[in-house]
């Protein structure tokens, strides 16, 4: 897709800024399947290689952002954990558009509001691309693990456990 085609997101206009290549894919909301599993889908790429930003908040309203897996669910612990936190808590849906500039299902880990501490898990270094929201609904970025953790001064970790379903 040429670069004119697309109105750049603002986490687009980040990368290009910082000399990051990626790639973008758009894809169809209509049906309102917009979880990672489905983008996955939707853009041709693996599940496990498809990325979702995960926003939470300490007992102390602190902000933490964990990417991780679309396949899997954040384990709690684990992630309080890495922050250095007793606990963390997802952050309530109608605060993640006031915190981050973003609303759920285009939460991107490039370009909140405010640079949270930011951990991605460590399956991304399976890959060299990885695919992560691009700041809106309907657009994915696929770039290096290393590049986004660089960018976003983010650590990798163990974050994960695999959903139950």
């Known amino acids: 897709m040429s670069s004119h085609d697309i109105k750049k997101t603002n ?4 990368l290009d800024q910082a000399h990051i290549s990626y790639k ?8 309102g399947k ?4 489905s983008v996955a889908k939707k853009i041709g790429q ?16 602190e902000h ?7 396949i899997c669910e954040l384990d709690l612990k684990a992630a309080a954990k890495a922050a250095g936190q007793k606990s963390v808590e997802m ?9 981050t500039g973003y609303v759920h299902g285009g939460c991107s880990p490039i370009g909140m509001k405010k640079q949270f501490p930011t951990f991605i898990d460590e ?6 691309q990885f ?11 696929c770039l290096s693990p290393e590049d986004l953790a660089r960018f976003v001064q983010a650590r990798f970790v163990d974050l994960i456990r695999f959903s139950e379903n």
Do not use: H, W
Request: glycine content about 4%; some cysteine; charged content about 20%.
């Open 11 to 14: 986490a687009m206009r980040l």
């Open 123 to 128: 399956t991304a270094l399976l890959y060299d």
């Open 24 to 31: 973008y894919y758009e894809y169809e909301t209509n049906d």
């Open 34 to 37: 917009i979880d990672a599993v």
């Open 91 to 99: 952050l309530p849906l109608k605060l993640l558009l006031p915190t």
């Open 46 to 61: 693996e599940p496990e290689q498809v990325f979702k930003t995960l926003v939470t908040q300490s007992p102390t309203r």
């Open 131 to 141: 695919c992560v929201s691009a700041g809106k609904v309907g657009i994915n970025l």
């Open 64 to 70: 933490f952002v964990f990417v991780i897996p679309s």
